[in-house]
């Protein structure tokens, strides 16, 4: 790993610090004084750092140990580094103070909790540190899973990590924060240069209120997957898209870590977040209440529940394959693609109630894709 830095220092691609930890001077302010900043040592850990304390994370894209470092080219630079140097910012140095390894501490040992501090843990760029949880019991279980120790409260594991998983439900990020946020603001721990991230689909990172006064980098990064299972959902993430927003340095630290685990990452704005999580229920929930109402209609046919669930498996299996393969326009089946009107009225006339209400609306935007489809083709030659 210290001869691919040490390449990357001599093709200019790495920021070298004042100092371990120290933030480099930005071009202009070079520039204007004429002076080299002196390296900083990518291996040397920061003074600060305590026995056995992970040391800050200085955010960075490119040094995370060895398994990051063999592919760099799957780790985006920042595009916030030029950003801040045309404004005359300070552009912190891109190399890891200490140990090129991240510590993960978890709080909330759900299913997402476990899952993720799993598959993150497969990583050799990081280390699973631990996990809390108000059930003790539940802690316990997540470390025997996934590695680290069980901490006593989100302090005691965020002061043993420099990145923190916040898996709790949505209603209670905001307290998770409130805790740290006080302990901070009274000396008990540092926050700075501490990277936080929740999985919340419909909460942004505003949930996490003063973390820049504080020092703290903060994201939230969702999987667009359903996790159903707290220890066996791990090994599926590897398909996972995941969903990023935040501040520039947290979302791309995020960023490179999933990548070089596989995984497709996207950005959004903190104010699509409400209708990004919408998306996510229509594509995954609200499915499984139409498969509900098409095994009702079933059993109204005469199977039993069991059968008509089962009957339906292949059907739907394939046409979300299918989907997922080929997109929307191209899996388009059906009497809506046909114009076939009389089988949709025939269909309409034997339905009741929400079925029926779900499967007029489901029509009218087949509908409206049979003519999306067509305009894109253009007219005939």
Known sequence: MAAWLEQKTRRGLVDEGAGAGAPAPSPAAAGATGAA??????????????????????????????????APERIPAPRHAARAAAGGAPVPPRVCAGPGR???AVVGAGKVGCSLGRYLGESAAVDVAGFYSRDEAHAREAVEFAGGSVFASPIEAVRAANLLLVTTPDTTIADVWDELARAAHAGEVSLRDKLVVHCSGALSSSVFAGARELGAHVCSAHPLYAVSSRFDCWRELGRASFTLEGDDWAVDLMAGLLRARGNQVSRIAAGAKTRYHAAAVMASNLVVGLYDMAAGELVRCGFDRTEAEAALAPLFLGNAEHIAKDGVEASLTGPAVRGDHTTIDAHLACLEGRDRQAYQLLTEQLVDIVRRRAAEAGPLA
């Open 37 to 70: 900043a002196p390296a900083a040592s990518a291996a040397a850990p920061l003074a600060s750092a305590g026995a056995g304390a992970p040391a800050p994370l200085v955010p960075v894209v490119d040094a995370w140990g060895d398994a990051i470092a063999a």
């Open 102 to 104: 991240l510590r993960v």
